[in-house]
Each structure stands twice: as structure tokens, then as C-alpha cells.
């Protein structure tokens, strides 16, 4: 194993706290660990004794992240999660520590985005790369012992982006909307093998993500509380979960208003802007 990438920061431990049911500490693989939802995410199992694996591209952050954890035996490894190899030698390197419990895909990124700019082909690709295509990277290699424990829960982070097509949000948008179909796809495939499938929508967060939005965020709420909720939908089991929940009314309704009415409000919203583009 590089050792210069990947390794434990502390002893492994027992860790206190809630437990699931095979008696072993809780053990909990998070991408996008280094900030935002992802590291709130870390905080909020860390907390009830979860042994964790945190994944993200900045080693420092990952470390900073680790060490204001409670608890032992937690992993980082630092990696692009568009690297299939890295991702999968990670998920081995934990899996070869013990069981896992829940894998969390919260690795995601943002950014304007034009068709008509050829320029943002490559931003295109990119986001989609990392929303999309690394969250199967992220699952794969736990679905088999899973499988074979007849237990586990596989947790995709989406957004209520997702929803309907926002402009100059092509790229997010889409990617989040594929985020919902891949995993229910994922949750019917996987259904009756005890291993299941979660699909969080977050609306609007406070995270570094959400900073540079220059539109109004209705509903806007703390990255430690979206994790507190986000946390219990996981535990239930839930299919699919809108957080907050005034924003799941908000999604129900837009599902709901005809195309013309949809298109003539949101050609008026400002766009987020472009990479380079200031807000």
C-alpha cells in the first residue's frame, strides 16, 4: 500500500458508541471528506463512535478533518475520485480493516456551465466525472461483501438541482438528475440482498460549494444540521430524501408546473457563474 497516500492516522481501537447489529464498530467510507456536507458527515458518525475512511483530493484537509474526530482508527486517503485505480485500492485498504457498514458518495462539484462555449466541454466532462461516474467508482467495490453479509447501506449525495434544468447550470443539473436514477436503478437491482440504497437531496447548504451562489437560497440551512438529518434518513432506510424538508415541497410542486409557466420563471433566475467568472 503507498504509504505517502493512504494509511491509518491513529491506532485501530474499538470505538463507543451506537454500533449496528453485527456487534463491530460502526464502519462508514466517505468521499468528499476534506469539506462541507462530506466532512459533516465524518463529524456527525465520529460522533456516535463510527470507525471512518475519508476520501478526498486535499491530504491536508482530510487531516484536519481527522484529527478534530473523536475516536480511532480512522483512515484517509488523499486521491482524485475519477481515479478508478485510487478509489478502489482505497476501498480495499479499508475493507481489509474490517467490514463496512455504509459508503457515503458526497464527492461532488459545481460550476456554470454553456452548451454554446466550447470552452465548457471540458467542465462538462469534468462535473459529470465527478458526480456521476465516481459515485459507481465509489460503490463498486463494496457491493460484493455486502452482498455476502446480507447487510449494508449504500448512500448517494444528490440535490434538488436535480429536479428540473436550471440555467447555465446544464451540467449540474444533469448530473444530478442522473445521481437519482442511478441509484434507484442501483436500489431495485440490489433489492432483497439486504444492501440498500440511499439517494440524499440536499437543497441549499451552507458549505464552500453554495458561497459563491449570487441568487437568493431560500431555506438555506447549516451543513451540521443537514448532516444531523441526513444521518437518520440513512439509518431509516429512506429510498430517497429531500433535506430540508420545506425544499421537498418545493421539488414536489416543481415537478408539477407545466413546461411553458417553468421556462418563462426560470429564464429569469440568475446563473452560477461560469469557472473564472466572478459571482
Same mark, same amino acid.
Given at each position: ?20 447489529? @453485527? ?11 476534506? @469539506? ?21 483530493? +486535499?491530504?491536508?484537509?482530510? =487531516? ?7 475516536? =480511532? ?6 486521491? &482524485? ?11 480495499? &485498504? ?21 452548451? &454554446? ?7 462538462? =466532462? ?20 455486502? +452482498? ?40 431495485v437491482e440490489l433489492?432483497? @440482498? ?17 458561497? +459563491? ?15 444531523? =438529518? ?8 429512506? @429510498? ?26 426560470a429564464a429569469r433566475?440568475? +446563473? ?8
Amino acid at each position: 500500500m503507498p504509504g505517502d497516500r493512504f494509511g491509518a492516522t491513529r491506532p485501530a481501537a474499538p470505538a463507543s458508541g451506537a454500533a449496528p447489529l @453485527s456487534g463491530h464498530p460502526e464502519r462508514v467510507f466517505i468521499t468528499g471528506a476534506g @469539506s462541507g456536507i462530506g466532512a459533516a458527515l465524518a463529524r456527525r458518525y465520529a460522533a456516535r463512535g463510527a470507525v471512518l475512511g475519508l476520501a478526498g483530493r +486535499r491530504r491536508d484537509a482530510l =487531516q484536519a478533518v481527522c484529527d478534530s474526530l473523536p475516536g =480511532q482508527g480512522h483512515r484517509i486517503y488523499a486521491l &482524485d475520485v475519477r481515479d478508478r485505480v485510487a478509489l478502489h485500492v482505497a476501498a480495499a &485498504d479499508f475493507l481489509a480493516h474490517g467490514p463496512v457498514d455504509r459508503v457515503i458518495a458526497s464527492a461532488g462539484i459545481s460550476a456554470g456551465t454553456l452548451t &454554446d462555449a466550447p470552452e465548457d466541454h471540458a467542465v462538462f =466532462q469534468t462535473i459529470f466525472d465527478t458526480n456521476v461516474l465516481a459515485m459507481v467508482t465509489t460503490f463498486e467495490p463494496f457491493i460484493a461483501s455486502m +452482498r455476502a453479509r446480507g447487510q449494508g447501506t449504500l448512500v448517494g449525495i444528490g440535490s434538488v438541482a436535480g429536479v428540473r434544468g436550471l440555467p447555465g447550470a446544464g451540467a449540474y443539473s444533469a448530473s444530478k438528475a442522473a445521481v437519482r436514477a442511478y441509484c434507484e436503478s442501483l436500489r431495485v437491482e440490489l433489492r432483497g @440482498s439486504g444492501v440498500r440504497v440511499v439517494t440524499v437531496a440536499p437543497g441549499f447548504i451552507a458549505t464552500p460549494m453554495t458561497a +459563491r451562489n449570487p441568487y437568493r437560497m431560500p431555506f438555506l440551512m447549516p451543513v451540521d444540521r443537514f448532516a444531523e =438529518q441526513a444521518v437518520r434518513a440513512i439509518d431509516a432506510g429512506a @429510498s430517497y430524501r429531500v433535506i430540508p424538508w420545506p425544499m421537498a415541497w418545493v421539488a414536489r410542486l416543481l415537478r408539477l408546473v407545466p413546461d411553458a409557466l417553468y421556462d418563462r420563471v426560470a429564464a429569469r433566475r440568475k +446563473r452560477k457563474p461560469r469557472m473564472g467568472e466572478h459571482s
